[in-house]
Each structure stands twice: as structure tokens, then as C-alpha cells.
């Protein structure tokens, strides 16, 4: 029975380590093909899906996994990778709000209604979700500032809030793949590979993020 368990951890931990692998590779890799097909600079739109996939696709996505137990950072203390987490965190919410502030204002000159469609409609919440998370993370930092709940139901708070946040960025970053704009500048398998990477990534944050608090919870028990 101890060697069964032994190598379903040592299983459990390569795919973990796999697959991490994998969804920053899948991130990096998404960001480097959108500065590709969007050529920011070119026009006033193309600025919009180069911020957010930016945004969201590549540091948000290695702001959270930041607490993985096989992160390059690993040897961090938890303090220090959490003030890490908070740069690239505020990294994203910054190029969110500018790339927001972008497709509000090519609408504008356009004369195009606003958050008309799936798309934009999500990742408007996306967005605003994503401000008020960050505020709640400010409270992690600096716990002083709010003494309602006790730090450990914040960090949970935190962590559950954070978890619904990333689902609504790769929904949002799915439905911008299904845009007019995506679909005439991608097709084929190429599309298809597109959509695998904030699948993936979702999937990871999914798993790493439960994993954490399953696992303080039975340690705790």
C-alpha cells in the first residue's frame, strides 16, 4: 500500500509538472502569435487585442502560477512570491484597462455601439472583475486595512474570487477568437490551437488553485 501511494505521488507530481510545463509554454506562446496577427502600432485596434491577450493570457496566467509547488520561483519565500504575484497582477489589470480604454475609443470613432456583443460584454466584467480582485489582494498585502474577516477567510476569499476571475478571462479570451476580426486573420488548425491555450491554462489555474486549499484543508483536518 506505502509503494502504491508513493508512485501515484511521483505519478501525480510529473503530470502536475508536465502540464504546468505546458500551459506556460501554451501562454508565452499564445502572446508571441497575437503580437503576430495583431501587429500592435498598425492601427488603433490593434492595440486592443495585443494588451489584453497580454494581459490576461501571459501575466495574469504567471501571476497565479506563481504559488505552484514546481514554479521557477519555488525557492521564494511565500511572502516574496506573493509581492511578485501582486507586480504582474497589477502588470495585467494595467494593460486591461488600457486595452479597454482603446476599443471604447476606436467604437468611438467608429460610431459602433458599445459591449454589443458576447465578446465584449464578458470581458467588460472580465475587466471590472478584474479591478475589484485586485483591491481584495491589496487587503492581503496590507491586512491592517481590513479586520472584518480573519486573514485566513480573506486569502480563501481571495483564492475562490481569483479562480471565477480567470474562468471569465478564458471565456472572454475565446469569444474575442470567435470575433469577426480573429476569424478573417486565423483559420484552419491554427484556430483551433488558438482556443487550446486559455483551455489549457484554465484548466491548470483550476487544478493548482483546489489542489492548494484541498490540500490545506486535509493537512488541517
Same mark, same amino acid.
Given at each position: 500500500?506505502?509503494?502504491?501511494?508513493?508512485?501515484?505521488?511521483?505519478?501525480?507530481?510529473?503530470?502536475?509538472?508536465?502540464?504546468?510545463?505546458?500551459?506556460?509554454?501554451?501562454?508565452?506562446?499564445?502572446?508571441?502569435?497575437?503580437?503576430?496577427?495583431?501587429?500592435?502600432?498598425?492601427? %488603433?485596434?490593434?492595440?486592443?487585442?495585443?494588451?489584453?491577450?497580454?494581459?490576461?493570457?501571459?501575466?495574469?496566467?504567471?501571476?497565479?502560477?506563481?504559488?505552484?509547488?514546481?514554479?521557477?520561483?519555488?525557492?521564494?519565500?511565500?511572502?516574496?512570491?506573493?509581492?511578485?504575484?501582486?507586480?504582474?497582477?497589477?502588470?495585467?489589470?494595467?494593460?486591461?484597462?488600457?486595452?479597454?480604454?482603446?476599443?471604447?475609443?476606436?467604437?468611438?470613432?467608429?460610431?459602433?455601439?458599445?459591449?454589443?456583443?458576447?465578446?465584449?460584454?464578458?470581458?467588460?466584467?472580465?475587466?471590472?472583475?478584474?479591478?475589484?480582485?485586485?483591491?481584495?489582494?491589496?487587503?492581503?498585502?496590507?491586512?491592517?486595512?481590513?479586520?472584518?474577516?480573519? %486573514?485566513?477567510?480573506?486569502?480563501?476569499?481571495?483564492?475562490?474570487?481569483?479562480?471565477?476571475?480567470?474562468?471569465?478571462?478564458?471565456?472572454?479570451?475565446m469569444l474575442g477568437m470567435c470575433s469577426l476580426w480573429f476569424t478573417a486573420n486565423v483559420t484552419g488548425i491554427t484556430w483551433y490551437l488558438?482556443?487550446?491555450?486559455?483551455? %489549457?491554462?484554465?484548466?491548470?489555474?483550476?487544478?493548482?488553485?483546489?489542489?492548494?486549499?484541498?490540500?490545506?484543508?486535509?493537512?488541517?483536518?
Open positions: 500500500m506505502g509503494q502504491s501511494a508513493d508512485s501515484d505521488t511521483r505519478v501525480h507530481r510529473t503530470l502536475r509538472v508536465i502540464s504546468g510545463a505546458f500551459a506556460h509554454l501554451a501562454a508565452l506562446a499564445f502572446t508571441i502569435f497575437m503580437i503576430y496577427v495583431s501587429k500592435p502600432g498598425t492601427t %488603433l485596434f490593434s492595440w486592443h487585442p495585443f494588451l489584453m491577450t497580454l494581459a490576461f493570457s501571459f501575466f495574469m496566467t504567471e501571476a497565479i502560477m506563481v504559488f505552484s509547488p514546481d514554479s521557477l520561483l519555488g525557492s521564494l519565500s511565500r511572502k516574496s512570491r506573493a509581492r511578485v504575484h501582486w507586480a504582474l497582477q497589477l502588470l495585467a489589470l494595467l494593460c486591461a484597462l488600457l486595452g479597454l480604454g482603446i476599443i471604447y475609443a476606436n467604437k468611438v470613432l467608429q460610431e459602433k455601439p458599445h459591449f454589443s456583443t458576447w465578446h465584449g460584454f464578458v470581458g467588460l466584467v472580465t475587466v471590472l472583475w478584474t479591478v475589484v480582485q485586485n483591491l481584495g489582494g491589496v487587503t492581503l498585502l496590507y491586512p491592517k486595512l481590513l479586520q472584518r474577516w480573519t %486573514l485566513a477567510t480573506r486569502k480563501l476569499y481571495h483564492a475562490t474570487s481569483g479562480l471565477l476571475g480567470y474562468l471569465l478571462v478564458s471565456g472572454s479570451l488558438c482556443v487550446l491555450s486559455p483551455a %489549457l491554462t484554465g484548466l491548470v489555474v483550476m487544478n493548482q488553485v483546489s489542489n492548494a486549499y484541498l490540500y490545506r484543508k486535509r493537512s488541517q483536518s
